[in-house]
Protein backbone atom coordinates (compact mmCIF):
# COMPACT_ATOMS: atom_id res chain seq x y z
CA UNK A 1 0.00 0.00 0.00
CA UNK A 2 1.41 3.27 -1.07
CA UNK A 3 1.86 5.67 1.59
CA UNK A 4 -0.31 8.48 2.06
CA UNK A 5 2.49 10.69 3.57
CA UNK A 6 4.74 10.48 0.70
CA UNK A 7 6.64 13.61 -0.59
CA UNK A 8 5.67 14.63 -4.25
CA UNK A 9 8.14 17.42 -5.30
CA UNK A 10 5.87 18.00 -8.51
CA UNK A 11 2.89 19.02 -5.94
CA UNK A 12 5.09 21.16 -4.28
CA UNK A 13 5.43 25.03 -5.34
CA UNK A 14 7.93 26.03 -7.90
CA UNK A 15 11.34 26.71 -6.12
CA UNK A 16 11.91 29.81 -8.12
CA UNK A 17 9.21 31.82 -7.40
CA UNK A 18 9.03 30.59 -3.87
CA UNK A 19 12.39 31.65 -3.29
CA UNK A 20 11.69 35.16 -4.86
CA UNK A 21 8.61 35.01 -2.28
CA UNK A 22 10.76 34.15 0.80
CA UNK A 23 13.57 36.82 -0.20
CA UNK A 24 10.98 39.37 -0.23
CA UNK A 25 9.17 38.18 2.85
CA UNK A 26 12.69 38.24 4.43
CA UNK A 27 13.82 41.96 3.43
CA UNK A 28 10.63 42.99 4.25
CA UNK A 29 10.84 41.64 7.92
CA UNK A 30 14.19 42.92 8.33
CA UNK A 31 12.79 46.27 7.26
CA UNK A 32 9.84 46.48 9.62
CA UNK A 33 11.04 44.38 12.63
CA UNK A 34 8.20 42.26 13.81
CA UNK A 35 8.02 40.49 17.16
CA UNK A 36 10.00 43.47 18.72
CA UNK A 37 12.94 42.74 16.15
CA UNK A 38 13.29 46.26 15.54
CA UNK A 39 15.37 46.35 18.70
CA UNK A 40 17.93 44.79 17.32
CA UNK A 41 21.43 45.85 15.42
CA UNK A 42 20.67 45.09 11.90
CA UNK A 43 23.08 42.30 11.10
CA UNK A 44 21.48 40.41 14.46
CA UNK A 45 18.02 41.11 12.55
CA UNK A 46 18.75 39.93 8.92
CA UNK A 47 20.45 36.43 10.49
CA UNK A 48 16.91 36.57 13.01
CA UNK A 49 14.73 36.96 9.78
CA UNK A 50 16.96 34.83 7.30
CA UNK A 51 17.26 31.71 9.89
CA UNK A 52 13.32 31.74 10.45
CA UNK A 53 11.68 32.82 7.33
CA UNK A 54 13.95 30.20 5.28
CA UNK A 55 13.00 27.49 7.69
CA UNK A 56 9.35 28.47 7.49
CA UNK A 57 9.49 28.28 3.91
CA UNK A 58 10.86 24.89 3.97
CA UNK A 59 8.04 24.01 6.42
CA UNK A 60 5.29 25.11 3.78
CA UNK A 61 7.33 23.61 0.80
CA UNK A 62 7.30 20.24 2.62
CA UNK A 63 3.71 20.22 3.79
CA UNK A 64 2.04 20.80 -0.23
CA UNK A 65 4.66 18.48 -1.07
CA UNK A 66 2.90 15.95 0.99
CA UNK A 67 -0.76 17.27 0.86
CA UNK A 68 -0.61 19.34 -3.04
CA UNK A 69 -1.61 16.02 -4.94
CA UNK A 70 -4.78 15.23 -2.79
CA UNK A 71 -5.98 18.97 -3.50
CA UNK A 72 -8.82 18.24 -5.66
CA UNK A 73 -10.57 21.56 -5.66
CA UNK A 74 -10.91 25.31 -4.66
CA UNK A 75 -12.21 24.27 -1.09
CA UNK A 76 -9.75 21.15 -0.85
CA UNK A 77 -7.38 24.16 -1.45
CA UNK A 78 -8.70 26.21 1.42
CA UNK A 79 -8.45 24.04 3.34
CA UNK A 80 -5.18 22.62 3.58
CA UNK A 81 -3.94 26.15 3.04
CA UNK A 82 -5.67 26.58 6.62
CA UNK A 83 -4.62 23.45 8.28
CA UNK A 84 -1.29 24.34 7.32
CA UNK A 85 -1.42 27.37 8.75
CA UNK A 86 -2.39 25.77 12.13
CA UNK A 87 -0.39 23.16 11.95
CA UNK A 88 2.63 25.16 11.02
CA UNK A 89 2.80 28.07 13.24
CA UNK A 90 2.18 25.30 15.89
CA UNK A 91 5.97 25.81 16.79
CA UNK A 92 6.69 29.27 15.83
CA UNK A 93 6.65 30.91 19.64
CA UNK A 94 9.23 28.19 20.12
CA UNK A 95 11.19 28.82 17.07
CA UNK A 96 11.24 32.86 18.23
CA UNK A 97 12.23 31.98 21.40
CA UNK A 98 14.98 29.80 20.11
CA UNK A 99 16.40 32.59 17.83
CA UNK A 100 16.35 35.22 20.03
CA UNK A 101 18.43 33.34 22.47
CA UNK A 102 21.07 31.98 19.58
CA UNK A 103 21.46 35.70 18.74
CA UNK A 104 22.19 35.72 22.65
CA UNK A 105 19.64 38.63 23.57
CA UNK A 106 16.70 35.92 25.15
CA UNK A 107 13.52 37.47 25.84
CA UNK A 108 10.29 36.96 27.67
CA UNK A 109 7.41 36.87 25.04
CA UNK A 110 4.08 35.75 25.19
CA UNK A 111 3.33 32.36 23.30
CA UNK A 112 -0.47 33.05 22.87
CA UNK A 113 -0.04 36.41 21.32
CA UNK A 114 2.71 35.22 18.94
CA UNK A 115 0.81 31.94 17.74
CA UNK A 116 -2.05 33.90 17.02
CA UNK A 117 -0.88 36.87 15.43
CA UNK A 118 1.30 34.23 13.56
CA UNK A 119 -1.97 32.29 12.86
CA UNK A 120 -3.77 35.40 11.72
CA UNK A 121 -1.02 36.52 9.07
CA UNK A 122 -0.10 32.74 7.89
CA UNK A 123 -3.84 32.17 7.44
CA UNK A 124 -5.05 34.75 5.36
CA UNK A 125 -1.92 34.52 3.00
CA UNK A 126 -2.46 30.91 2.37
CA UNK A 127 -5.67 31.74 1.62
CA UNK A 128 -5.62 34.05 -0.57
CA UNK A 129 -2.96 32.15 -2.85
CA UNK A 130 -5.34 29.16 -2.57
CA UNK A 131 -8.22 31.19 -4.29
CA UNK A 132 -6.20 32.80 -6.76
CA UNK A 133 -3.89 29.86 -7.40
CA UNK A 134 -5.46 27.50 -10.43
CA UNK A 135 -6.25 24.19 -9.01
CA UNK A 136 -5.59 20.88 -10.38
CA UNK A 137 -7.28 17.68 -10.47
CA UNK A 138 -6.05 16.08 -7.31
CA UNK A 139 -5.39 12.09 -6.73
CA UNK A 140 -8.43 9.89 -6.57
CA UNK A 141 -10.90 12.54 -7.89
CA UNK A 142 -12.13 11.27 -10.60
CA UNK A 143 -11.04 13.81 -13.25
CA UNK A 144 -9.81 12.98 -16.45
CA UNK A 145 -7.86 15.11 -19.12
CA UNK A 146 -10.61 17.14 -21.30
CA UNK A 147 -11.00 16.31 -25.06
CA UNK A 148 -9.84 18.82 -27.02
CA UNK A 149 -6.63 21.17 -26.86
CA UNK A 150 -6.50 20.15 -23.47
CA UNK A 151 -4.58 22.41 -20.65
CA UNK A 152 -1.09 21.38 -21.95
CA UNK A 153 -1.86 22.58 -25.37
CA UNK A 154 -3.12 25.25 -24.62
CA UNK A 155 -0.09 26.78 -22.09
CA UNK A 156 2.29 25.64 -24.51
CA UNK A 157 -0.10 27.98 -27.09
CA UNK A 158 -0.85 25.47 -29.08
CA UNK A 159 -3.76 24.55 -30.95
CA UNK A 160 -3.87 20.29 -30.24
CA UNK A 161 -0.85 18.19 -29.32
CA UNK A 162 -0.15 17.37 -32.87
CA UNK A 163 3.39 16.62 -34.11
CA UNK A 164 4.54 16.81 -31.10
CA UNK A 165 7.71 14.45 -30.30
CA UNK A 166 8.46 14.27 -27.05
CA UNK A 167 7.75 16.10 -23.31
CA UNK A 168 10.82 16.33 -20.82
CA UNK A 169 10.68 17.60 -17.02
CA UNK A 170 12.85 20.28 -16.33
CA UNK A 171 12.63 21.49 -12.33
CA UNK A 172 8.77 22.10 -12.83
CA UNK A 173 8.56 22.70 -16.18
CA UNK A 174 7.98 20.59 -19.13
CA UNK A 175 9.51 21.20 -22.53
CA UNK A 176 8.01 20.66 -25.59
CA UNK A 177 9.68 18.79 -28.47
CA UNK A 178 7.91 19.40 -31.35
CA UNK A 179 8.02 18.45 -35.59
CA UNK A 180 8.45 22.11 -36.72
CA UNK A 181 11.83 22.25 -34.22
CA UNK A 182 10.45 24.47 -31.79
CA UNK A 183 10.57 23.51 -27.94
CA UNK A 184 8.76 25.98 -26.12
CA UNK A 185 8.67 25.80 -22.00
CA UNK A 186 5.92 25.99 -20.14
CA UNK A 187 4.70 25.31 -16.47
CA UNK A 188 3.24 22.61 -15.53
CA UNK A 189 3.66 19.14 -13.98
CA UNK A 190 4.71 15.52 -15.42
CA UNK A 191 2.01 13.96 -13.97
CA UNK A 192 -0.78 15.70 -15.12
CA UNK A 193 0.61 16.04 -18.62
CA UNK A 194 0.60 11.92 -18.69
CA UNK A 195 -3.10 12.26 -17.92
CA UNK A 196 -3.22 14.19 -21.09
CA UNK A 197 -0.70 12.06 -23.11
CA UNK A 198 -2.46 9.04 -22.30
CA UNK A 199 -5.13 9.94 -25.41
CA UNK A 200 -2.09 10.12 -28.04
CA UNK A 201 0.28 7.28 -29.33
CA UNK A 202 3.46 7.11 -26.99
CA UNK A 203 5.29 6.13 -23.93
CA UNK A 204 7.02 7.21 -21.03
CA UNK A 205 10.72 6.34 -20.77
CA UNK A 206 12.22 7.47 -17.77
CA UNK A 207 10.45 9.11 -14.59
CA UNK A 208 10.91 12.87 -16.58
CA UNK A 209 10.28 12.16 -20.15
CA UNK A 210 7.77 10.75 -22.48
CA UNK A 211 8.16 9.94 -26.46
CA UNK A 212 5.75 9.58 -28.94
CA UNK A 213 5.51 6.94 -31.72
CA UNK A 214 6.95 7.96 -34.81
CA UNK A 215 9.13 9.79 -33.17
CA UNK A 216 12.22 7.55 -32.74
CA UNK A 217 15.01 7.73 -35.35
CA UNK A 218 17.53 5.21 -33.69
CA UNK A 219 18.18 2.91 -30.10
CA UNK A 220 21.72 2.57 -29.62
CA UNK A 221 23.50 1.45 -26.31
CA UNK A 222 25.45 3.95 -24.05
CA UNK A 223 27.18 1.51 -21.72
CA UNK A 224 24.20 -0.53 -19.81
CA UNK A 225 21.54 1.57 -20.86
CA UNK A 226 19.60 2.19 -24.02
CA UNK A 227 19.33 5.71 -25.45
CA UNK A 228 16.49 6.82 -27.73
CA UNK A 229 17.89 9.11 -30.88
CA UNK A 230 14.53 11.48 -31.74
CA UNK A 231 14.02 12.83 -35.29
CA UNK A 232 14.76 16.59 -33.83
CA UNK A 233 18.27 15.45 -32.91
CA UNK A 234 17.46 15.02 -28.89
CA UNK A 235 18.52 11.68 -27.31
CA UNK A 236 17.03 10.26 -23.81
CA UNK A 237 17.58 7.52 -21.91
CA UNK A 238 15.92 4.62 -20.86
CA UNK A 239 15.20 4.11 -17.33
CA UNK A 240 14.90 0.26 -16.88
CA UNK A 241 11.67 -0.06 -15.12
CA UNK A 242 10.01 1.57 -18.58
CA UNK A 243 12.61 -0.78 -20.75
CA UNK A 244 9.31 -3.05 -20.85
CA UNK A 245 7.35 -0.72 -22.23
CA UNK A 246 9.72 0.71 -24.74
CA UNK A 247 10.14 -2.60 -26.03
CA UNK A 248 6.49 -3.14 -26.99
CA UNK A 249 6.47 -0.21 -29.14
CA UNK A 250 8.94 -1.71 -30.99
CA UNK A 251 11.79 1.36 -30.34
CA UNK A 252 14.38 -1.49 -29.21
CA UNK A 253 16.08 -3.75 -31.52
CA UNK A 254 14.67 -7.38 -31.65
CA UNK A 255 16.80 -9.41 -29.24
CA UNK A 256 18.64 -12.29 -31.47
Same mark, same amino acid.
Given at each position: MESTLRLDPAAA?? *?RPQLAIT???ILA???AGPFRTHDLALPSRLVFWLVLIGWNSVKWWLWYGWTGARIGS???AVLVAVSGALLLNATLPLEIDLMYRAIGQP???PWAGLYLSALVIAAGI?????? *??PVRPGAGTGVVAPSGPGLLAAKAGLPDLRGLLAVTAEDHYLRLHLADGSRPLVLFRFGDALAELAALDG???HRGAWIADGAVAEARRQGRRWMLCLADGTTLPVSESHLAAVRVRGWLPTRR
Open positions: PP *LLFAAVLRRGKAMAVLVAL *LSCQV
